[in-house]
């Protein structure tokens, strides 16, 4: 179905993952993806042996229809999800995926199942990560976090979550210090990075470990914006790019070359090209590769005058 016709807007976007023990997953694989495609659903779902994590988008009851299947599988009775809504499709295709871990650490020991931290709700947050004993830590990589985070929160300027656990090993003493351990609060977007980075700091003998259940986005739910700690916008991993408050969806938009967020300063570089480049991965990358961009964005836009869909353009609304 084309991206630009209408599907009973707002379409239902959900967030969700589950830590549990899957033994087959092809198996599952399988009948998701049979469920998805017969509900009209688009997407991206992640299976490994670890759980499930993913984002997708449909029209409400399509969207029920396939949580309902996802909560009947082993373990995953519990689901946690993620509601948000879209005036258009913000996926180009369905993708269900195996892979070795849901949210790569590269950590084989962790098991959030059994050692992640202490959840905190979104209603209590404020008064943990404003407490001078609390060191506040954004999990996230360095693009996210350039776009909004806690105020005082710790980036720890990863580029992949792969990252973190060297970075905190490194900064262990630094971050803790001596003698009596201060409280850790850590955060992510929708809370899945947060189950895996708590159980690895209780691994390495932190014990006054919290996360934000239900992250940044239900935090963004939830909380009122005259109550809100949250500074800027939180970047999600569709074509909305961005949510704010009440998950309104943001003002940034997605550099094609390197799937970076761009600000409004950010469009107003020279380096700036639609669909070519911006000022961060302008450097990255040569001349011939510009122009191989430059090229795609051509053939974009003719699709578009087309009126035909284009896998990588985006319609603004």
Partial sequence: MDRQLQQSPPLSVAALYCFTRFDDC??????????????GVRGTLLLAPEGINGTI??????????????????????????????????????????????VTMGEP??????????????????????DPETIVIDTRNGYEVAIGTFAGAIDPGTTSFREFPEW???????LLGEGRQPKVAMFC????????????????GVTDVFHLKGGILKYLETVPED??????????FDERVAVGHALAEGTHTLCRACRRPLGEQDRRSPHHEEGV???ACHPERTDEQRASARERHRQVQLAIARGESHVGARQDH
């Fill in 57 to 102: 988008a449909g029209i409400p009851a399509a969207i029920a229809r396939v949580l309902e299947h996802i909560r009947s599988l082993a373990g995953c009775a519990d689901l946690d999800v993620k509601l948000s809504s879209a005036a258009v499709m913000p996926f180009h295709r369905l993708k269900v995926r195996l892979k070795r871990e849901i």
């Fill in 26 to 39: 092809a198996a599952l694989r399988a009948a998701i993806e049979r469920s998805c495609r017969e509900a």
């Fill in 277 to 279: 480049s911006c000022a």
């Fill in 227 to 236: 109550q809100s700690l949250w500074q800027g916008e939180c970047f999600v």
């Fill in 168 to 174: 905190f090993r490194q900064q262990r003493k630094a």
């Fill in 189 to 204: 977007t929708g809370g899945i990075r947060c189950e895996k980075s708590t159980a690895f700091l209780k691994q390495e």
């Fill in 109 to 130: 020991d962790i098991d959030p199942r059994a050692n992640a931290g202490t959840y905190v709700e979104p209603d209590a947050w404020n008064a943990l990560i404003s």
